[in-house]
Nanobody, 124 residues
Framework: QVQLVESGGGSVQAGGSLRLSCVAS????????MGWFRQAPAKEREFVAGIIWDSGRAYYSDSVLGRFTISGDVAKDMVYLQMNNLKPEDTAAYYCAADIGLGNPRLAYSYDYWGQGTQVAVSS
């Protein structure tokens, strides 16, 4: 089992920045990919960013490309999401996820473990 805990959410004005963190614990040696997803009220959960643990290769959704940066610290079992130039449409609950297989990092069903989420609110 892998446990994931997110932190760093909050409220910010449009154009501002936030940095989300996620720490993994438990059987972390099997993690291949870490990802961030978000879900706004009455909307489906959507992919935000993912990172391949051993190579550091990153993937982004078109809506955040150029504004968000995912990074990881394998030694600390942590993944981060730096969010710059935030927009009201970025308002959502953000979830950290871990994959212990070799699934597509953009697809939610590839991930085996999920955190409880952290809320981000961006006002105009």
């Amino acid at each position: 089992q892998v446990q994931l805990v997110e932190s760093g959410g909050g409220s910010v004005q449009a154009g501002g920045s936030l940095r989300l963190s996620c720490v993994a614990s438990g059987r972390t040696f099997g993690i291949t990919t870490m990802g961030w997803f978000r879900q706004a009220p009455a909307k489906e959960r959507e992919f935000v960013a993912g990172i391949i643990w051993d190579s550091g290769r990153a993937y982004y959704s078109d809506s955040v490309l150029g504004r968000f940066t995912i990074s990881g610290d394998v030694a600390k079992d942590m993944v981060y999401l730096q969010m710059n130039n935030l927009k009201p449409e970025d308002t959502a609950a953000y979830y950290c996820a871990a994959d212990i297989g070799l699934g597509n990092p953009r697809l939610a069903y590839s991930y085996d473990y999920w955190g409880q989420g952290t809320q981000v609110a961006v006002s105009s």
